[in-house]
């Protein structure tokens, strides 16, 4: 891909996301950084784990940047009670036909919410873990590819226990990025309530106004561009150093798998490509790390018990190494 091809590319990708922030923002009061962590998912085509108190508007930023995005929205509500056959589909028999069809599940579509994934059982939380790493389901020996683009934003409630099933670590992995929600402010606490007062918060209004930023098409052809963006050797080092560090920090059992290393990589070019560079910095790869890192690592259990976050300990590793 020619250089100028490129930067018109790139030109191209940070205006699109300039567009749907504000447009989210005629809506949705804050959340900035999750807008800006969805749009890195796309485009490093890797599903992200959001963990938060309810209420903080996941639901409506999803629905609204699919919409931006001219993508086909699906939420799933989990349930304990929730088969994979809910999820993936199942084929049944059609007698018109004199066959079996497949009844597709929600699964099949561009950008997906599946809420509270700790609800489900661990049978169909492998169904759709399985699906999100291959892009395809298999139902009766048939192999039926997904939508692309394919994004999944999954939820859950740290603060309820009861009928839950945490996801075990080599589930977390499957995730590109996660982050951990937090209640607004109190001045965006206050404008949100300005707004429903006015009347703004009207949903049926806000998104019969929607028109389409993006297309599936276009989405595939930014996440092509941001692949040529440039990380250079010492940038590449810097990635390998923060994995690396993370397999001996004192505070940890487990470290990052190779999967975080490809997670750097893929959101430091994405990062660069929403600023409109043909290349990383070293800043990218420390935001990149708050979002790839935490839900990877495995504390010791004296550090659990001693209060030890891994937030803390990505801080840590980040202000150890250097890039060289």
Known sequence: ??????????????????????????????????????????????????????????????????????????????????????????????????????????IFSNFILIDEINRVSPRTQSAFIEAMSERQTTIDGVTNPFSDPFFVIATQNPYEFEGTFP????????????????????????????????????????????????????????TETVRSVRAEEPILRYIRDIVLETRRHDDIWLGASPRASIAFVRGSKALA???????VI??????????????????????DLGGVTTGEVTEDILAVVEVL
Request: proline residues 4%.
């Open 273 to 279: 490509a929403l600023s409109g560079r043909e290349y």
């Open 1 to 106: 891909m020619a250089s100028e091809t490129i930067e018109n590319e790139l030109k191209a990708i940070a205006t699109s996301y300039t567009r749907v922030t504000e447009q989210v923002g005629k809506f949705v009061v804050g959340n900035t950084p999750l807008i800006e962590m969805i749009f890195v998912g796309m485009l490093s085509e890797g599903h992200i784990l959001l963990e938060g108190v309810p209420g903080t508007a996941k639901t409506v930023i999803a629905k609204t940047v699919a919409l931006l995005s001219g993508c086909d929205f699906k939420r799933i509500q989990c349930a304990v009670d929730m088969q994979p056959a809910d999820i993936i589909g199942v084929r049944i028999y059609d007698a018109e036909r004199k066959d079996f069809v497949l009844k597709k599940g929600p």
């Open 282 to 303: 070293p800043d990218d790869v420390k935001r990149i790390a708050r979002l790839a890192l935490p839900h990877r690592l495995i504390l010791r259990r004296e550090s």
């Open 167 to 222: 996801l075990i670590e080599a589930q977390k992995d499957r995730f590109m990025f996660s982050a951990k929600l937090r209640y607004l402010d109190a001045d965006e606490e206050l404008e949100i309530i300005r707004r429903e007062s006015t009347g703004y918060l009207d949903w049926n209004a806000y998104s019969s106004e929607i028109t389409p930023v993006l297309t599936p098409g276009t989405i595939r052809e930014f």
